[in-house]
């Protein structure tokens, strides 16, 4: 690890983990988003998550426009951070012929059949965003929770 990395290392924390599911027509951002409000999460992550979706949202890779798809697609992976003033989240798809797709995911996801989510929290931290110099974008920065 180089020592700029180790500026960004957080302390130790425990974790507590929450389940959700998500139902047909339910958009995912937006399901997120009051699921950490309810439970006023600070510092989350995707731990893991499993179903499929009818609308897909993502912003690729050094594009700024997002890309809208419509049909019929497996989640292959949903991962990123959580906090409650936003999220970085990434998904990856799966079309029915098995081709596969992926970005940063944005408002417009809309659940197929189920997406169930385990939801993890480091329980000693908060999350938040901030401007970096560095990549140009708001990046995590993590804090201890007070």
Not at 38 to 60: E, F
Not at 124 to 144: D, H, K, M, W
């Amino acid at each position: 690890m180089s020592k700029t990395s180790l500026l960004y290392a957080s302390p130790v924390s425990g974790a507590r983990f929450y389940a959700l599911r998500l139902l047909p027509g339910d958009e995912v951002l937006s399901q997120l988003r009051a699921f950490l409000q309810h439970h006023q999460l600070q510092a989350a992550w995707i731990a893991g998550c499993t179903g499929s979706m009818t609308d897909v949202a993502l912003r690729y890779a050094g594009r700024e426009e997002t890309t809208q798809l419509h049909g019929t697609y497996e989640v292959i992976s949903l991962g990123g951070t959580l906090e409650l003033a936003g999220e970085h989240l990434h998904l990856s798809i799966s079309d029915p012929e098995g081709a596969m797709t992926g970005g940063h995911m944005m408002p417009g996801c809309t659940v197929r059949t189920t997406l169930e989510i385990i939801i993890g929290e480091l329980t000693a931290l908060t999350f938040s965003r901030q401007p970096c110099s560095i990549s140009g974008y708001e990046e995590l920065v993590i804090n201890p929770r007070y």
